[in-house]
């Protein structure tokens, strides 16, 4: 999982009433990794290792890039 400051964090309940919604604001992990700095809704802010069934929501579209000496079959 890789996010970047303005996704959005969608993070799973075991019901449907229970999932949150969350903007990371930071990001603490190496490379996009969790753990993240995120502010609710409610303006309340916490920092959260995503379980199971998290999503991230991405603002912007990535961009892949691929290394020019790789080799390829």
């Known amino acids: 999982m890789q996010a ?5 964090l969608v993070m799973q309940g075991r019901a449907a009433a229970y999932g949150k919604v969350a903007k990371v604001t930071e990001v603490l992990g190496d490379a996009g990794a969790p753990p993240y700095r995120v502010q609710y809704p409610d303006g309340r802010t916490a920092v ?5 069934g998290s999503q991230i929501r991405s603002t912007k579209q990535r961009v892949e890039t691929i290394h020019p000496d790789a080799a390829y079959l």
Do not use: Q
């Not at 970047?4 to 959005?8: F, I, L, P, S």
């Not at 959260?48 to 199971?52: A, S």
């Open 4 to 8: 970047a400051r303005g996704d959005w």
């Open 48 to 52: 959260v290792g995503p379980g199971p």
